[in-house]
């Protein structure tokens, strides 16, 4: 079994999209939340941190994370486990840094989601669920960077 880490980063209502490439083998053509395989030794936590600073050059804060939920995806030797975590805080600007992987990323409003394809059906559900105070507190306290602009930035089509 494959097991995976994706991670939201949610400010002002809004979460940060990657699409996937429509060239990808697995899941072409879709939005999905970013991260990748646990490494041997990791925990999901430490691939966690190491997939968001790849993908967006971002560094969370480890504490600020918790865990959503879990998606199973596929059977026997493809089967894959997908742990989708909630990122409370982070360091840096989001920016595509795995142009080979995603073609584009954007900030989407949490109630826009259903407008999308998107990698899983339940994704949506599970951003429906991230606390509202920690989206504040996030903002307000502890954000060092410049802050996206939130739901109005987002882009339904690829760049």
């Not at 097991?3 to 980063?9: C, F, W, Y």
């Not at 899941?27 to 997939?51: I, T």
């Amino acid at each position: 079994m494959h097991v995976v880490v994706t991670g939201a980063l949610v400010e002002n209502g809004a979460v940060l999209l990657v699409h996937r490439r429509p060239t990808k083998r697995a899941f072409p053509d879709v939005w999905d939340l970013p991260g990748g395989q646990v490494e041997a030794g990791e925990s999901e936590l430490q691939a966690l941190a190491r997939e968001m600073h790849e993908e967006l050059g971002v560094h969370i804060v480890a504490e600020s994370a918790s865990r959503l939920g879990v998606v199973h995806a596929s059977v026997g030797e493809d089967a894959v486990q997908v742990g989708v975590w909630h990122i409370g805080d982070w360091v840096g600007s989001p920016t595509n840094r795995a142009p080979d992987e995603h073609d584009d990323i954007a900030w989407v409003g949490i109630s826009e989601l259903g407008g999308l394809p998107l990698v899983d059906g339940v994704l949506a559900a599970l951003l429906r669920s991230v606390p509202e105070p920690d989206r504040l507190f996030r903002r307000n306290e502890a954000r060092t960077a410049a802050a996206p602009s939130g739901p109005a930035n987002h882009r339904w089509s690829s760049a």
